[in-house]
């Protein structure tokens, strides 16, 4: 025996947990009947819907299990959403890389170093043909992570649905198309606020007479959250943002009816288990009533509060990568409980690679797990009337409408988004998460407490992306401009910029013209640019 193994073994003092919830909210020791201050929280399915939009909850309909996925090139992302399908996804969901993003196609100077990288590079229709080849569109519902070009992306996918017959009116899926959410987190903006706003509003109302089953927004905190912001505050920019484009929607002649049915939303969920279900409980019933209120929308569906959660995203370390697959399940199960109806779950190895085969598998069987064997979707909210979860959901209501109103108070978001106002209290309260990790106040566990001296834990299957990854996009594309009618590209991108110069033209069918031509998502931003310009980002010190 070595005199390292007869040394006597640390002990290491679990840290305090505290009596406040990573939101900032009192927790007390015990909650009776006297604590949950609104005890009538309703029935399922029923106004303000706050367990649940749906009367049967999951036994109606399971959740969606929609795995994000997409690197390198359409035909790599194309076999990996055959993967996943083939081992029980009921849904794909498309991660495009950063050049298609930001409006850049694979031959800008600014494109080559991150072809593929982030996810499947996707410049223009041969592309996309190519990434839903042997996929059958009116059965699958497609989720598309994407902003600034988002317009672009949905036009890209009705000329794929065309050019494979698939009537546009059975194409279900949500394409994210939040811009306000990029100007205050996470940076992938183009153009500014207005004609932004305008792209976004075209494609809302254009969608709900073409594609009336397909979600054309999923007003997102997911990236507020990973920036920093609380639970509570997640979900008060998030309908803050959602208010702004309705006020944009009532603005174009939209009614509001119609155009609230298909709003949806998108949301992280982090690891404070009833901060989590709490938020998502507060949130639908504060939609509900704001619609019902605030825009007098008297359907139930248009009073719907629909979402989809990542089960991941910052909560996720480098450090210990296996207490990654813990930290996702209870997550995921955070999200049951909530009622989402989407769910994606991050793989253990997001942290620090793009998931490998074996670990997307493992992300994909916990959700499984979860809904088929766990038993907890078999009833609708089943820690509805606990004395504890209403307490803190009525708690976490109080911190939503505080900051809505702060925000209403400023003059609305896209006036605090054009001073910086809400990226500065963002940015304020990213240091303020990162300082408690430092410190240790905040427990992550292999990270800053119950670390080894000395760790070395092999990961397993590592990921390698091709190196001649963006030699083979170059040539595609290439291929591409020497083979496509350029008389029709210019024809249809002249069409377009003269669309964009007429504010009461929906830019849509335009888009969608540009896309049969095989324009590509860097000539269609160009024209934008040369239209209304790009964003300038405000400076605050």
């Given amino acids: 025996m070595s005199a390292a193994s007869k040394q006597t073994p640390r002990l290491l003092l679990p840290p305090r947990l505290g009596t406040r919830s990573a939101a900032g909210i009192d927790v ?67 991660a495009l890389d950063l050049p298609t993003q930001c409006g850049y196609d694979p031959n800008h100077p600014m494109a080559r170093s991150e072809i593929g990288k982030v996810g499947v590079s996707l410049s223009n229709l041969s592309e996309a043909e190519i990434l839903f080849q042997d996929l059958d569109l009116a059965r699958i519902s497609t989720s598309f992570t994407i902003n600034g070009t988002a317009a672009i992306i949905y036009a890209m996918y009705l000329a794929v649905a065309d050019k494979q017959g698939v009537p546009r009116k059975l194409l279900t899926g949500t394409i994210q198309n939040d811009i306000l959410k990029e100007y205050v987190a996470r940076g992938t903006w183009i153009f500014p606020v207005k004609p932004s706003m305008r792209l976004v509003a075209d494609s809302i109302l254009y969608a709900n ?231 240790g106040e905040t427990v992550v566990v292999g990270q800053n407490h119950f670390r080894r001296d000395h760790e070395n834990i092999t990961v397993g299957d590592v990921f390698k992306l091709d190196p001649a990854l963006a030699g083979k996009a170059l040539e595609k594309f290439q291929r591409v401009l020497d083979t496509r009618n350029n008389a029709a590209v210019e024809r249809t991108l002249a069409a377009l910029a003269n669309a964009a110069r007429n504010d009461g033209e929906n830019i849509m069918p335009y888009l969608v013209d540009c896309c049969h031509a095989y324009a590509t998502v860097g000539e269609m931003v160009t024209t934008f640019k040369n239209e209304w310009g790009e964003f300038q980002e405000p400076v605050n010190l």
Wanted: net charge negative; hydrophobic share 40%.
């Fill in 209 to 439: 007479d073409e594609s009336p089953r397909f979600n054309p927004i999923s007003i997102a905190g997911a990236h507020v959250r990973d920036a920093g912001a609380t639970a509570a505050e997640e979900m008060a920019y998030t309908l803050a943002n959602g208010l702004a484009y309705v006020d944009e929607l009532q603005a174009r002649g939209g009614d509001v009816e119609k155009f609230a049915k298909r709003l949806s939303f998108f949301f992280y969920v982090h690891m404070d288990f009833f901060d989590e279900i709490a938020k998502f409980r507060a949130g639908r019933r504060i939609w509900a009533r704001l619609m019902k209120e605030r825009y007098g929308a008297m359907d139930p569906k248009a009073q719907h509060f629909r979402f989809g959660v990542v089960c991941g995203g910052s909560s996720l370390i480098a450090p210990q990568p296996y207490n990654n697959v813990v930290r996702v399940a209870v997550e995921t199960m955070a999200a049951v409980f909530g009622g989402a109806q989407s769910i994606f779950t991050c793989a253990f190895d997001e942290a620090f690679q793009i998931p490998t085969e074996n670990s997307a598998e493992l992300a994909l069987r916990t959700q499984q797990i979860i809904g088929f064997e766990s038993g907890i979707g078999r009833t609708v909210d089943p820690l509805g009337g606990s004395y504890f979860l209403e307490q803190h959901t009525d708690r976490m209501e109080q911190e939503i409408n505080q900051v809505i109103d702060e925000i209403d108070a400023y003059g609305g978001v896209i006036r605090a988004i054009e001073d910086g106002w809400i990226q500065m209290r963002l940015a304020r309260r990213g240091l303020e998460r990162k300082r408690k990790i430092d410190s």
């Fill in 28 to 94: 007390p020791t015990s909650v009776g009947p006297s604590g949950a201050v609104d005890a009538n929280i309703g029935a399922p399915g029923q106004y303000p819907f706050t367990r649940g939009i749906f009367a049967d909850g999951y036994n109606g309909r399971m959740w969606t299990i929609r795995q994000y996925s997409g690197f390198g090139t359409a035909e790599e992302s194309n076999e990996r959403y055959k993967f996943l399908l083939a081992q029980g996804q009921t849904g794909l969901s498309v």
